[in-house]
């Protein structure tokens, strides 16, 4: 989708469809829809009279111009009252605002930029939100259908009407970053609906490679090889009974001076699990296609950090691998020797995300990071705690923690916070090895953030159990059926608050 910003009136602008943002149990209507009203001879003033349109957020009422002004229709979509708006309103009226749009088969649309208070945001922070918000709700997968009426139907245009000169360049500087991030996380929607036979270890390292063309990124792939040099025996026992081979993926952002110590991102990307021997149910294994949500949303930050020229220095580590079943499989009871010196005993073999990360934290403590967050589908424990709209965070470094909580609540991907008390550690204290994979089922989101803790060295670190809202089973205003991407906007907004070039 292009997406353009320009100024003009709502009554002369000529396109598909008009999208306008009201607000619910307003007195009098919205300036620009005022507007439209004395030229539709108090069209819009009836709708809300009788109740047909009143607001309501995500509510929708469409309708036909027939050549009284420039656009051939005008979508009307509620933002709620004025003193319940924020930026997650305004992007849930976007994504719903884009699929009425495609419904009716229209290429075009603009959206009037909507009066908005300055406590919820400025006119860069609302483009970015509205951008993303379309650029979301339009997303579909149909790569592998032949034979898809949907096909047909692509919105080609999306521009933001501005109603003033002097915000034009604040508009276009939202909608520029709004793009990124809608793009990053679409670009993760994608490397997750692929099968696994298609998204396989080496598939992941040639989006990589696609990754490292872009502006100061490079890239450094190990091999079986170079992680049986390094010792990295959570990733190799791992792999063990796949006949794909693992892979680790070092992809480097230097946009920061050189001696600035690199934000870390470390992502779980299991192309798929299957529990390996410790063998999951079949119902609904498919998903577990999206156990690498992780690391493409690495992938995707450190992407967008090179498009938006952040100055920052940025590392994402990828372990991949896939988790199946095998003559070579590892067993439970199997032991493991770490990279980072230490001893696992694997009591389950569906328990491997924490494996794979252990060994990517430790190489991370390698960097000298100025702090390190990993982000991985980890825990079934935490879709019991959390429900689907709530991230699972802990850690290490109360000022860490915040940064991503605020990134989190400006990117509509809010985080809650679990606790990392020590005691639980008891639960993975093992009678053979220095520690065992699994903490039991009371507090299973907290025994592996704890496990993935006894890896980290002397830097701030967060955990991020993104298994909650990894997969959703409907459709949203915004998020797509099946995997979401939730968690990319938040890391990339993190690195935007980080150089205070954020827009929101």
């Known amino acids: 989708m292009n997406i353009q910003v320009k ?15 009201d607000f619910e149990k307003e007195k009098t209507l919205g300036k620009h829809i005022k507007a439209l009203d004395r030229t539709l001879d108090g069209q819009f003033t009836a709708l809300f009279k009788s109740g047909e349109f009143q607001g309501k957020p995500n509510q929708t009422t469409l309708v036909h111009m027939n050549g009284k002004v420039s656009a051939k229709r005008i979508l009307l979509v509620g933002v709620g009252s004025r003193e319940d708006l924020t930026l997650e309103r305004l992007r849930q009226a976007m994504g719903t605002a884009v699929k009425r749009v495609r419904q009716v088969k229209a290429k075009t649309f603009a959206c009037v930029m909507p009066d908005v208070p300055k406590s919820v945001g400025h006119a860069g922070t609302v483009a ?9 709700g339009d997303y579909r ?31 276009k500087a939202g909608a520029q970053c709004g793009q990124v991030l809608g793009e990053a996380t679409c670009f993760v929607r994608d490397l997750c609906n692929h099968p ?9 390292v040639a989006e990589a490679r696609k990754i490292a063309r872009e502006s100061k990124i490079r890239l450094k792939v190990l091999e079986k090889r170079d992680m049986e040099k390094l010792g990295m025996g959570g990733l190799l026992g791992v792999s ?10 070092i992809l480097t952002y230097s946009g920061g001076r050189p001696t600035q110590k690199p934000i870390v991102f470390v992502g779980k990307t299991v192309t798929f699990d299957s529990g390996g021997i410790s063998l999951k149910p079949s119902e609904n294994m498919e998903q577990m296609k999206a156990d690498m949500t992780g690391g493409a949303e690495v992938l995707a930050t450190v992407r967008a950090a090179s498009r938006l020229k952040l100055p920052l220095n940025v590392v994402g580590i990828l372990p991949v691998t896939e988790n199946m079943p095998g003559g070579r499989a590892t067993k439970p009871g199997d032991i493991l020797n770490m990279l980072s010196g230490k001893t696992v005993e694997v009591q389950n073999t569906d328990a491997e995300g924490r494996l794979i990360l252990a060994d990517g934290l430790a190489y991370a403590s390698r960097l000298k990071p100025a702090c ?12 019991v705690a959390l429900g689907q709209f709530a991230i699972g965070l802990l850690g290490t470094d109360d000022s860490l923690k915040n940064d991503l909580r605020k990134a989190g609540d400006g990117a509509g991907e809010r985080v809650w916070e679990l606790p990392l008390w020590d005691d639980y550690f008891e639960q993975l204290k093992s009678d053979v090895a220095d520690m065992r994979n699994i903490g039991g089922r009371g507090g299973g989101t907290i025994t592996a953030a704890l496990f993935l803790k006894q890896f980290i060295g002397d830097y ?4 991020l159990d993104i298994a909650s809202t990894d997969w959703s089973a409907s459709e949203r205003a915004y998020i797509s059926k099946g995997p979401t991407g939730i968690g990319t906007r938040l890391l990339i907004q993190f690195l935007l608050n980080k150089t205070n070039g954020s827009v929101r």
Not at 196 to 204: E, F, L, Q
């Open 372 to 383: 390190v967050i990993d982000i991985a589908t980890l825990t079934g424990a935490c879709i």
């Open 141 to 171: 997968f149909t790569e592998y259908r032949t034979n898809d009426a949907e096909n047909g139907k692509t919105i080609q245009s999306c521009t933001l009407l501005a109603s003033k000169d002097s915000d034009l360049t604040e508009i």
């Open 196 to 204: 696994a036979n298609v998204m396989t270890p080496s598939r992941v």
């Open 240 to 249: 063990r009974g796949s006949i794909e081979p693992p892979q680790f993926i």
């Open 460 to 463: 701030p670190w967060a955990h």
């Open 7 to 21: 100024s003009g009136e709502p009554t002369t602008t000529a396109t598909d469809v008009l999208v306008c943002l």
């Open 128 to 136: 970015q939100v509205l951008v993303e918000g379309a650029i979301l």
